[in-house]
């Protein structure tokens, strides 16, 4: 990701960032009002939910129609089938999409822009945050954080320091994205131990949680520049 990347983006048009091998990444910024067009290339499925929530927080709902255009387009990148192309995409109870059946995906947004992941196979499992690099409390910190974490970022910087705290809590965000419902149940920060020096594209996600120990360490890539940090996590 250059800083050009995310800042670029023209409203309302998905723009395919990376085959990033895991799966194919896309990004759309978003605006209100959400134009007529846009809407229609929604789902019907989807486009009712979002009439029927959208009074209640235009921009929150204006993200929803965003990542389901840019995993829409991340889908067909990754040549998913007619099927999945073709299904909605609603909300599952715990908030994540609900993908149709042989592929895997992620979605994640930010101030005004959404992100999506995508894979044509449902071996892999997909998680994707999105964050923007403001100052960052040292309570923040402490709750993201392991103690091995926080040695390896404490002495840097203040810019920095915000940063790196940035980029490792978007780490989790991912991986927990990434993990299934019952992996992530009852998990906290804690559980998830980042692996790798501060600032590497690539790191390794580990679970100290009992639930969690059976699955294989989780990759992730990350992308940032001065302002945002990109994370997809797969396993
Ligand atoms: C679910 C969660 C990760 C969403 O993150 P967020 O910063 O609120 O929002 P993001 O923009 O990054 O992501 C939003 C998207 O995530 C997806 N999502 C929501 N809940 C999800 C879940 N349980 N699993 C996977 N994806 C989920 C949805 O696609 C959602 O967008 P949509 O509603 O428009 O479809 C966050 O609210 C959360 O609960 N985090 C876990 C915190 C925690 O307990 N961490 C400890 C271990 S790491």
């Known amino acids: 990701m250059t800083s ?3 800042r670029s983006l023209c409203a309302w048009e998905p723009t395919p960032l990376a085959d990033l091998g895991a799966g194919q990444l896309v990004a759309v910024r978003v605006s209100l009002p959400i134009p007529e067009a846009v809407l229609q290339q929604l789902h019907p499925a989807e486009c009712e939910l ?7 927080d235009a921009r929150r709902w204006a993200c929803f129609v965003g ?6 387009v991340a889908l067909r990148r990754a040549a998913a089938s007619a099927d999945a192309l073709t299904s909605p995409i609603l909300r599952l109870d715990d908030g994540a999409p609900g993908l149709p059946g042989g592929v895997a995906g992620s979605i994640s947004h930010k101030r005004g822009r959404a992100v999506a992941v995508a894979s044509p196979h449902d071996n892999v499992r ?10 960052v409390t040292e309570e923040f910190a402490a709750r993201v954080l392991t103690c091995e974490e926080m040695a390896d970022v404490q002495s840097l910087p203040r810019d920095d320091f915000s940063a790196a705290v940035t980029e490792i809590f978007a ?7 990434a993990l299934s419902v019952a992996q992530r149940s009852s ?8 692996e790798g020096a501060p600032f590497a594209p690539a790191r390794l996600v580990r679970g100290s949680f009992i639930q969690i120990a059976n699955i294989p360490p989780i990759k ?6 001065e302002r945002w940090v990109l994370v997809v996590a797969s396993y």
Request: hydrophobic share 45%; net charge neutral; glycine share 6%.
């Open 4 to 6: 050009a990347d995310l």
């Open 187 to 194: 998990l906290d920060f804690s559980d998830l131990r980042v």
């Open 67 to 72: 990542g389901r255009l840019a995993l829409r």
């Open 220 to 225: 992730v890539e990350i992308r940032r520049n």
């Open 50 to 56: 979002v009439h029927q929530r959208m009074g209640a």
């Open 171 to 177: 780490v989790k965000e991912a991986a927990y994205k």
């Open 126 to 135: 997909l998680g994707i945050d999105l964050e923007y690099i403001e100052y």
